[in-house]
């Protein structure tokens, strides 16, 4: 009878255990699945968070390219403002269960006049056409809140330098220019250039056929003839980039050697 009793009794005893397993990987089971609930919500939150905030920064920067070129070629400077306000506007409207809101500042400094610079009529060889545009971006959702702060920059810079020889008519000059397109410090292609020089009355007068050789990498070597009797040829280059962006750079050039 008493090994009966120790019988049952162990019986009983891992019966406890095997139960008491069974509702230890019940508790881990659903735990493991709630966790994995909650990391595959977390995973979406954050993939929406960082698809959104890539989103804006590329439809900043697409309206930022859109006003500065309507602006380089003449346009007012009002569509800078346009633009982003029907930008942020677009998204408040994409996402109405959560308040998705972008403020931005246009500055008015270091050459930037309402978030724009032109910096084109110095003979320093160095034309800006640039704009600047820190925002913030502010997203409030039912289940999490993002706030990011960070900066658009589009600037194409032409930078332009050169001299001219003199052959048997002393009344020709042979003007060779070296010019270099960036886009945010980055060589970039031009789809348009154009030469200008000014003459002995000076009157700008616009280069017909200049020899143009494009080395792939940002930089064009420029070449034409001109007649001045100056002992300076002053040379303006209108470069329009890939991006429809208008930059212009003046130089001076001297006699070589």
């Known amino acids: 009878m008493k090994t009966a009793k120790k019988f049952c009794a162990a019986r009983s005893g891992q019966l406890?255990?095997?139960a008491a397993f069974a509702i230890a990987v019940l508790i881990a089971s659903t735990s493991i699945y709630v966790c994995e609930l909650i990391t595959q919500r977390q995973n979406v939150e954050d993939g929406f968070s960082v698809?959104?905030?890539l989103a804006v920064k590329t439809g900043l920067r697409n309206a930022a390219v859109s006003a500065l070129a309507n602006i380089a070629h003449g346009g007012q400077k009002t569509v800078l403002t346009e633009n982003l306000d029907a930008l942020a506007d677009t998204y408040m409207r994409l996402y109405p269960q959560q308040i998705c809101q972008i403020r931005y500042t246009l500055l008015n400094d270091d050459g930037y006049e309402d978030g724009i610079?032109?910096?084109w009529n110095d003979y320093g060889g160095l034309g800006v056409s640039s704009t600047y545009i820190p925002y913030i971006l502010k997203v409030l959702a039912p289940t999490f809140n993002l706030t990011v702060n960070d900066a658009i920059n589009i600037t194409t810079t032409l930078k332009v330098h050169g001299f001219y020889t003199i052959g048997e008519n002393e009344t020709l000059r042979t003007v060779n220019l070296t010019c270099t397109v960036f886009?945010?410090?980055?060589?970039?292609?031009?789809k348009y250039i154009a030469i200008h020089y000014e003459d002995d009355?000076?009157?700008?007068?616009p280069v017909n056929n200049p020899s143009i050789t494009d080395w792939g990498n940002g930089t064009y070597s420029l070449r034409f003839?001109?007649?001045?009797a100056s002992d300076f040829v002053h040379v303006s280059v209108?470069?329009?980039d890939a991006r429809n962006i208008f930059v212009a750079a003046n130089v001076t050039c001297s006699q070589a050697g």
């Not at 009355?201 to 007068?205: K, L």
């Open 201 to 205: 009355s000076g009157v700008w007068i």
């Open 225 to 228: 003839t001109v007649a001045v």
């Open 238 to 240: 209108h470069v329009i």
């Open 117 to 119: 610079k032109l910096s």
């Open 51 to 53: 698809e959104l905030v």
């Open 16 to 18: 406890l255990i095997v």
């Open 183 to 190: 886009n945010e410090k980055k060589p970039a292609q031009a």
